[in-house]
């Protein structure tokens, strides 16, 4: 399910928290809400989908899954 998150320290890094297997499945349901991508999206999915943003959508999905997270 997370296999991307090994791709993503350093969203862990921007959001202070430690690499962990709960917190991997805690960014991994809020990346995919804040893109909006079904849950049928398998991890090759998410990951295409997140290395097409540019910077500036990168960063607007980081402020996005922090605010998801601190729900």
Not at 24 to 38: H, N, Q, T, V, Y
Request: proline content about 4%; aromatic content about 8%; some cysteine.
């Amino acid at each position: 399910m997370t296999c991307y998150m090994r791709q993503m320290h350093w969203l862990f890094d921007a959001l202070a928290l430690p690499y962990d297997k709960d917190n991997r499945k805690l960014l991994d349901r809020a990346i995919r809400d804040e893109l909006s991508l079904p849950d049928e999206y398998h991890c090759p999915e998410v990951w295409a989908a997140i290395k097409s943003l540019s910077e500036d959508e990168r960063a607007a999905m980081t402020s996005g899954v922090q605010l998801r997270v601190a729900e």
